[in-house]
């Protein structure tokens, strides 16, 4: 009788390690608090219209009805709106192309322990390090930094590759392939920081080996959403493609929102002007912020 009271009195009164019991019998644990935000604005239609006519110029010599097609852009196929959505833009002129693609993702977290906000903040800290940039804020200062591997995160809170700059993007925009160290496409990779660079003096932002002018760099940003960072993709060294692309991500809560813009000149010995593209890039990006908490 002694033994069972020994027993019972330790099973009772403690756990597998001899503490305290962590819970009474029939507690649980609350869930974690929802996102803020439980849908998406569409995005083709979020696009700030003025931003358009600066990122895509050659629409204005279009006739009326072509320039509202143009503007208008083309929705991204998605199997849930309120989670994920997207759209394209594309314009040819005989001066350069431009790319601008809108990509947006409500996260949220199947874990009851983790927010959506957690959740979302751990997937863009992912794209930041993939980005090659450090949390603290810095700029990006080698391609061994990191590469930027260009995918979304899944509705399931994983990433879903072929969501960002996937193999659809790359053939309609001729963003490189990426993942690839030692190159400039899609990533840090190949870039050297803008302290030892030089800017040109065609006022392009790059210097004279083709890499962003110092304070143009891949970085982070400030007073965009919750956080935010910008990575600048120049061309790669003897593509076929002279493509430029700039990349703004930004979290807004439990949303996570990707503007990428690309210009291709016509003539691969004429850059780009970084700044500007970097400009309007931040601009959308900007605006978008502003649809997302209205």
């Known amino acids: 009788m002694l033994l069972a009271a020994l027993v019972t009195g330790c099973t009772a009164g403690s756990g597998a390690d001899g503490s305290a019991a962590d819970a009474k019998p029939g507690?649980?644990?609350?869930?974690?608090?929802?996102?803020?935000?439980?849908?998406?604005?569409?995005?083709?239609?979020?696009?700030?219209?003025?931003v358009l006519k600066d990122m895509f110029p050659e629409m204005a010599d279009l006739p009326k009805d072509q320039q509202e097609k143009a503007y208008a852009g083309t929705p991204e196929?998605?199997?849930?709106?309120?989670r994920q959505v997207g759209c394209r833009w594309k314009a040819d002129a005989p001066a350069d192309a431009h790319r601008l693609r809108i990509s947006m993702e409500r996260v949220v977290?199947?874990?009851t322990t983790v927010s959506d906000d957690d959740q979302a903040k751990t997937l863009y800290e992912q794209k930041l390090a993939a980005a090659g940039?450090?949390?603290?804020?810095?700029?990006?200062?080698?391609?061994?930094?990191?590469?930027?591997d260009g995918t979304d995160s899944g509705a399931d809170g994983g990433t879903d590759a072929g969501t960002d700059s996937d193999a659809?993007?790359?053939?309609?925009?001729?963003?490189?392939?990426?993942?690839?160290?030692?190159?400039?496409?899609?990533q840090n990779g190949g870039q050297k920081s803008g302290h030892d660079s030089t800017p040109?003096?065609?006022?392009?932002?790059?210097?004279?080996?083709?890499?962003?002018?110092?304070?143009?760099?891949?970085?982070t940003l400030s007073g965009l959403g919750s956080a935010a960072f910008l990575a600048d993709i120049p061309a790669r060294a003897g593509a076929a493609s002279p493509?430029?692309?700039?990349?703004?991500?930004?979290?807004?809560?439990?949303?996570?929102?990707?503007?990428?813009?690309?210009e291709e000149p016509a003539e691969a010995g004429t850059p780009p002007d970084t700044k500007s593209q970097q400009d309007r890039t931040?601009?959308?990006?900007?605006?978008?912020?502003?649809?997302?908490?209205?």
């Not at 196929?77 to 309120?82: E, N």
């Not at 659809?168 to 899609?186: F, L």
């Not at 493509?243 to 690309?262: D, G, I, K, M, P």
């Open 27 to 50: 507690e649980t644990t609350p869930a974690a608090a929802p996102g803020k935000y439980s849908t998406l604005p569409e995005p083709c239609r979020a696009a700030d219209h003025g």
């Open 77 to 82: 196929a998605t199997f849930d709106t309120d």
């Open 109 to 111: 977290s199947y874990d």
């Open 133 to 148: 940039l450090p949390a603290d804020g810095s700029s990006a200062t080698d391609s061994s930094t990191g590469a930027d």
């Open 168 to 186: 659809d993007s790359d053939a309609q925009s001729g963003t490189p392939a990426p993942g690839k160290t030692g190159q400039n496409g899609g």
């Open 200 to 219: 040109d003096t065609a006022g392009s932002g790059q210097s004279d080996d083709g890499q962003p002018a110092d304070g143009l760099q891949s970085r």
């Open 243 to 262: 493509q430029h692309t700039v990349r703004v991500v930004f979290r807004a809560s439990n949303v996570l929102v990707t503007v990428e813009y690309s």
């Open 282 to 294: 931040r601009s959308m990006a900007t605006k978008l912020a502003d649809q997302i908490s209205e």
